[in-house]
């Protein structure tokens, strides 16, 4: 059994559970959404159709239609209460703004139910590291990309919550934690899958808490459940508890607990794939963008 692997209803049952209260809790979420959205600025396209992959309640998606309001955006994530949302939030707005397309998709990123060449730009915010297989997942997502089409995200990397991770080590047999791609690696899973010039960007966010119940109850909030096959499926005994608070009261600093998130930003181009007689890829890199 992989104990890594992702339980892909469970993630659709929290992060359902999750929705109503969503907005108020994911502040890293909308901070790192924001720092995206100013990457685009410096990116020379007009997009006529847009996929947001792991769109949650569509804040991020909002953001996209203002900034390219006559694009046609389709707002998609694994959990329906997520879109039900969404799709409430989107009734006011779309009054304000007359006329905006936007539709509702309710699908995993890693078997996406779009047509081949279609879209122009593949948008994804902290929702890759959900998936099981991410080089195919990436393979997926240039598939659905016309020519010259941009894929841009953001996911969680190796950092991520290293102080829970000290914490909860050696305490039981259970995994407490996703594993996390390192950026190197997603950079080459990128290359492989036939992407153009991928650009890779990490930086380190650090939010701060009085106690190890506040950081916990920070990620139920947001549907960050453990996930994988090899989480504990009862509730944690007062004796781990214990032990896992011990651990994390360790790293306190200047009277707060920390919480480590590595952000990996990248973003990539679907070039134009030519054959050569002996059925050879010849990658154009001189295109426009």
């Known amino acids: 059994m992989n104990e890594f692997k992702i339980d892909k209803k469970q993630v659709r049952r929290a992060f359902s559970r999750a929705a109503q209260d969503y907005d108020a809790a994911a502040v890293l979420q909308r901070e790192v959404c924001t720092r995206m959205l100013e990457r685009l600025g410096y990116v020379k396209l007009q997009p006529s159709r847009i996929i947001d992959v792991g769109s949650g309640t569509g ?67 902290l929702a890759l590291q959900w998936c099981n297989d991410l080089p195919a997942t990436f393979v997926e997502m240039k598939r659905v990309l016309k020519t010259d089409g941009l894929l841009i995200f953001s996911s969680f990397g190796v950092d991520t919550l290293k102080e829970l991770r000290v914490a909860f080590s050696e305490v039981d ?75 994390y009261e360790t790293l ?14 990248g973003h990539t181009w679907k070039p134009a794939t030519n054959k ?14």
């Open 252 to 265: 306190r600093c200047n009277g707060k607990l920390p919480a480590t998130f590595e952000i990996i930003y």
């Open 173 to 247: 047999g259970f995994n407490h934690l996703s594993r996390f791609a390192d950026l190197h690696d997603i950079g080459d899973m990128l290359m492989e899958a036939g992407f153009a010039d991928p650009v890779m960007e990490m930086e380190k966010i650090t939010l701060t808490y009085d106690d190890v119940r506040a950081v916990m109850q920070d990620l139920k909030r947001i549907g960050a459940h453990n996930a994988t096959a090899g989480r504990a499926t009862g509730m944690m005994g007062k004796a781990t508890w214990q032990r896992v608070t011990e651990n």
């Open 59 to 125: 804040w991020g998606t909002r953001q996209l239609g203002e900034r390219y309001p006559k694009a046609d955006i389709t707002a998609l994530d694994i959990a329906i209460g997520m879109l039900q949302v969404a799709r409430g939030t989107s009734s006011w707005w779309q009054k304000i703004f007359a006329g905006k397309r936007e539709s509702f998709l309710c699908a995993d990123v890693e078997a996406l139910p779009i047509t081949s060449n279609s879209v122009d730009m593949v948008w994804s915010n």
């Open 276 to 289: 050569t007689l002996d059925g050879r890829s010849i990658i154009r890199t001189d295109f426009k963008r």
